[in-house]
């Protein structure tokens, strides 16, 4: 069974303080992808990342995959309380289907 | 559809009855998913389909759960004999086959036996 390990589980920050949140596994996966979950409602992907090595940045956001393809973070600038909500990374293994394996999440607070 | 609908969104049930769940994915989406979600947690695969066959089900925890998916399309997932450990929000995604397509994900059904 292939897993993935996300730490913090919580974090509590205010407004305007950068943060990383990260994910790692002992396992190789084809590629990695990041959603962020907000009450009631699905999770919603953020970004997929396939490369090594590869960074993505989506406006405050920074994700970057690991050289081995093993582990990911997410780094966020400057946060928001609407930034606030539970984040997951989801790795797709290289050996079998299509399903995806979701770590434990993330519980991102930003108060105002 | 412009997204995947779940209903009910919430179902409150007597420990012992059975429930079924239906998940309407994306039109065109041949691949649909079922996770469960604990209070905070994370998410707890439960089956795949690819069309109408389900090639992984390993997730299924016990016997007392199923899902069928028909036409490619709706899916519905049944639990039998309702205990209350299977309360628990339960979603279902829809995706294109393959990778790296991302999933969408329906808004969940929250079960709650009691």
């Known amino acids: 069974t292939q897993l993935l390990e996300q730490s913090p589980q919580f974090l509590s920050i205010q407004e305007g303080e950068n943060l990383t949140v990260y994910c790692n596994s002992s396992?190789?996966?084809?590629?990695l992808q990041w959603y962020r979950q907000e009450p009631g409602e699905g999770p919603v992907l953020l970004v997929t990342?396939?490369?090594?090595?590869e960074v993505k940045k989506l406006k405050r956001l920074t994700f970057q995959f690991g050289d081995a393809r093993k582990d990911s973070s997410l780094h966020i600038t400057a946060a928001q309380t609407g930034d606030t909500g539970l984040y997951l990374c989801?790795?797709?293994?290289?050996?079998?289907?299509?399903?995806?394996?979701f770590g434990e999440g993330t519980q991102l607070t930003v108060n105002p | 559809g412009a997204g995947v609908s779940q209903s009910p969104s919430n179902k409150v049930t007597e420990k012992g009855k059975d429930v079924e769940l239906r998940c309407d994915p994306i039109?065109?989406?041949?691949?649909l998913y079922w996770y469960r979600q604990s209070l905070g947690q994370g998410l707890e695969f439960l089956i795949y389909?690819?069309?109408?066959?389900?090639?992984?089900k390993s997730g299924l925890p016990s016997d007392r759960f199923s899902a069928e998916r028909t036409g490619g399309s709706v899916s519905t997932l049944t639990i039998q004999r309702t205990q209350q450990e299977d309360s628990a929000v339960y979603l279902c995604?829809?995706?294109?086959?393959?990778?790296?397509?991302?999933?969408?994900f329906g808004s969940g059904t929250r079960l709650t036996v009691v």
């Open positions: 995604a829809s995706s294109l086959a393959g990778f790296p397509y991302g999933y969408t």
């Open positions: 989801a790795g797709a293994p290289e050996t079998s289907g299509s399903r995806l394996t």
């Open positions: 039109s065109g989406h041949t691949a």
């Open positions: 396992s190789v996966f084809s590629s």
């Open positions: 990342v396939v490369t090594g090595g």
């Open positions: 389909f690819q069309g109408n066959s389900a090639p992984d």
